[in-house]
């Protein structure tokens, strides 16, 4: 007989909440056929994508939370914010920087 099993993915942060996301996964029974077995490890594929996709989306939407986060701390404190898209167009690059 075969068991659900969830696959889950649990995050922790000390700045951000933490989060758990679980998908269902039916495991083959112990005596299984070629087949199932297959058939298992095909769901087991596309399950670990959809949780590595949710994973990254939630981790992404952090990342943009900290940096608004980080930016309006930085403004407070009157120090320069660092512009991300100049950074990812000039990486790799030496740059000299513009005179006012």
């Given at each position: 007989?075969?068991?659900?099993t969830p696959l889950s993915a649990t995050y922790t942060s000390t700045t951000n909440p933490p989060?758990?996301?679980?998908?269902?996964?039916?495991?083959?029974?112990?005596?299984?056929?070629?087949?199932?077995?297959?058939?298992?490890?095909?769901?087991?594929?596309?399950?670990?994508?959809?949780?590595?996709?949710?994973?990254?989306?939630?981790?992404?939407?952090?990342?943009?939370?900290?940096?608004?986060?980080?930016?309006?701390?930085?403004?407070?404190?009157?120090?320069?914010?660092?512009?991300?898209?100049?950074?990812?167009?000039?990486?790799?690059?030496?740059?000299?920087?513009?005179?006012?």
């Amino acid at each position: 007989m075969a068991t659900q099993t969830p696959l889950s993915a649990t995050y922790t942060s000390t700045t951000n909440p933490p989060f758990i996301i679980s998908l269902p996964l039916t495991a083959p029974a112990v005596s299984t056929t070629v087949e199932s077995k297959t058939k298992y490890l095909a769901a087991l594929r596309q399950s670990a994508i959809s949780l590595q996709e949710q994973v990254n989306r939630e981790l992404t939407a952090r990342m943009e939370e900290d940096k608004v986060r980080d930016a309006s701390a930085t403004t407070a404190a009157g120090a320069n914010v660092v512009d991300d898209e100049k950074e990812e167009e000039n990486y790799g690059e030496d740059v000299q920087e513009e005179e006012d």
